[in-house]
Structure formats: C-alpha cells, structure tokens
C-alpha cells in the first residue's frame, strides 16, 4: 500500500527566504508525482508534474526534483513571498489511484 | 482521521451510457466537494466545485450538462457522466472538506469509455 509523508507539517518563515518541503512515499512504482497547491476553501491548483522518467520540474520560482529510487520528492521555492502562503500537497500516481499527502501548511510572514 | 471513499474505484462503460460516481465523507461532514479529473500523463484539473444543498460551479470548458453534479447532503456529492464517450476516459477524483480543513480525498475513479 502506497504511503505518502509530507514533512514538516507546518513551516513558518520570513519573507524572502528559499525553502524546501519533503515528501516521501514508500513504493517506487508510480507513474508520476505532482506538487499542488490549495488555499482555504478552494481546490487544488496544480504545480508541478514530474514523470517517472524525470528529475526535475522547474517553474518560475519552485523546482521539484524525484528521486524515484530513493521514494522522495522536494519542493523547493525561492525568495518565497506572502501570496505563497498555503498549504501545499504532494500526490503519487500508482496503477490504481492517485495518493496525496497530507500536505505543508506554509505561512509566510511579510 | 477524516475519511473520504469513492466509488466504484474503476468502471469500464460503453459509449454513449451514463457512469456515476459516488464521494461521501465518512466521517465529517462535507460543506464543499470538489471533482477533479487527471488525463494520461496530465496533471489533476478541477473540474467543478459543489456546496450543500446549491448547484455546483463549473470550470471553464467544463460542460455542466455532460458532466451532472449533485450534492444533496453534507455527507454525499456524486458526478455523472452523461452520454459517455471515449474522450472522457479518465481519472476522476473527489475531494471533500469540511469546516476549516484542508480537503481530504477519495480514492478516484479510473473510467474508460469503449
């Protein structure tokens, strides 16, 4: 069974600092990960997709790398920014089902 | 912890019948339901947003008369796929959340339409 860990839970930080959110899953067999992004009340907005067969996915700010062997995904933001603020989940993609995170809630503060 | 269960978790229809799909949370009630829908080697896209008791809000390029949602209760919203056809083979997937919470998620449903 398909176990995904995001870690921390919650991150806090200042304005203007890089930062890095963990996900680890526990079967390597998957198709591909996604990085999304939620904010109260709302859906998911996805971020980034990253393949099976690929390491890294870059878009503006945020890169997201995948370590398939090793079972772990980073999500990395740059000179991160108040509107960043929300809570960010990291999914797996296996035969049968899409396996989520129990996501990062990010602060962060101006 | 909240629970959210989808079903059936993979259907296999004809072209042209209607599939539907069920989200209930188990444990918590539901005051918004999301539906999501992921195409080979695409990311999650949101398909609609649905609240208790009104009607769902579609998003764009999402037909609501093709794609039919209902969320009577606060603890069961489901999606049809009216007229099936092979195009809309996919995953689908239900998020439910309740009262200041993060959303919790089904399982999804793979659906192939042949």
């Known amino acids: 069974k398909q176990e995904v860990t995001q870690i921390p839970a919650a991150l806090s930080v200042p304005e203007g600092e890089n930062l890095v959110l963990n996900c680890s899953f526990t079967?390597?067999?998957?198709?591909?990960l996604q990085w999304f992004r939620q904010d109260p009340g709302k859906g998911l907005t996805s971020l980034l997709l990253?393949?099976?067969?690929?390491r890294e996915q870059t878009s503006g700010r945020l890169n997201a790398s995948l370590d398939k062997s090793s079972g772990r995904s980073t999500l990395y933001i740059a000179a991160s920014q108040p509107g960043d603020s929300a809570t960010y989940l990291c999914?797996?993609?296996?035969?049968?089902?899409?396996?989520f995170g129990q996501g990062t809630r990010l602060t962060i503060n101006p | 912890g909240a629970v959210v269960s989808q079903h059936p978790s993979w259907v296999i229809c004809k072209s042209g019948t209607s599939v539907k799909i069920e989200c209930r949370s188990l444990?918590?009630?539901?005051?918004?339901m999301f539906w999501y829908r992921q195409f080979p080697k695409q990311s999650l896209m949101l398909m609609a947003t649905?609240?208790?008791?009104?009607?769902?809000?579609?998003e764009q390029g999402v037909e609501k008369d093709k794609f039919l949602i209902n969320h009577a209760s606060l603890t069961l919203s489901t999606l049809t796929v009216t007229s099936a056809h092979p195009e809309d083979s996919s995953f689908y997937i239900c998020?439910?959340?309740?009262?200041?919470?993060?959303?919790?998620f089904g399982q999804g449903t793979r659906l192939t339409v042949v």
């Open positions: 990253i393949q099976s067969s690929q």
């Open positions: 444990d918590f009630q539901a005051t918004t």
């Open positions: 998020s439910a959340e309740g009262q200041g919470g993060v959303g919790c």
């Open positions: 999914a797996v993609l296996g035969a049968q089902k899409l396996v």
């Open positions: 079967d390597s067999a998957i198709y591909n």
């Open positions: 649905s609240n208790e008791g009104s009607k769902a809000t579609y």
